[in-house]
């Protein structure tokens, strides 16, 4: 680790975060192949885990490593559409849209009820609900001031999302292996059901090629909604809101990179990519993909998520359940 600042204390302060995490995908693809039914994503993630919980992270670290959680990781998004065809982009949104839609509203609205059952403060329920519900860490941050929530409720909540990101990143391949899920089935559970977009995204790919394309387009779709809930929050809270944030929160909360992913969708529809870049674009995702979930497990705090009250954690743990649940009982129902 001081070896790498060193290396890279001449270069821009997020360089050594994104080196680091590069490093790690480089040795879990090499680990990957050689232990293929282990995976170089869950190697990525076990051994940032492993890092920030023994010898631990420099802050110099923190700004790379955000880069890899949030802009690299768009930008394996937009390079896997290159990949995809529109058509099936159209077909598993058709497919997908009425689990979305009944997982998040219902996701929602149970985790309140639980909430409020178990007296947890309302802005911290629904602040796990909606993370939970729609795209994890991302959609807390983006409700955070209509909520007017406090530092340490924001807090509470991504960290719970987060170790529900890990319980699904680690028991969702094993689950759909154990009840033989097809990728189609998969892709959308993990695209559903799984908290944030990186680990949506990651559980689909550690599944197979087919399940990941397929919980790409689902979690891209299913992160749109955060636009609606935004509308809809304000009379959850009844007044305590701060209106004059909203019109700056919904423009910040836009998925934009989504445009860009669909473009490329296009452009390999209608012919214009060859076969060759479009792999290679493929290939270049799958490896950032690995250093966006090294970046996750650097971020984990074993001590951190042990100080957690209790209460969050079993209403994140409800959220977690409720959302999965009903997704499976809809992928049943309707595919």
Known sequence: MAYLSRLTSSLPNWTSGVALAAIIAIISKQLGELFPLFGSILFAITIGIFLNNTVGIRSSYHIGIQIVLKKILKLAIILLGLGLNLQMIIKVGQQSLLIILTSVILGILLTVWFGRLLKLDRTLTLMIGVGTSICGATAISCVKGILDAKDDETAYAISTIVVFNL??????????????????????????????????????????????????????????????????LPLLMRGKTQPTSMKGSLKQAFPWFILWFLLMSVLNTVGIIPESIAQLSNDIAKFLIIMVMAAVGLQVNVKQFASLGLKPFIVGLFASISVSVISLLMIFYLL
């Open 167 to 232: 319980i699904a990143f680690f028991s969702y391949p094993l689950i759909g292996h154990l009840f033989q899920f097809n990728a189609t089935a998969f892709g959308i559970w993990a695209g559903t059901a799984v908290h944030d977009t990186s680990t949506a995204v990651a559980v689909g790919y550690a599944y197979g090629n087919e399940a990941g394309e397929v919980s790409t387009t689902v979690k891209l779709a299913r992160t749109l909604f955060i636009l609606p809930i935004m509308l809809v």
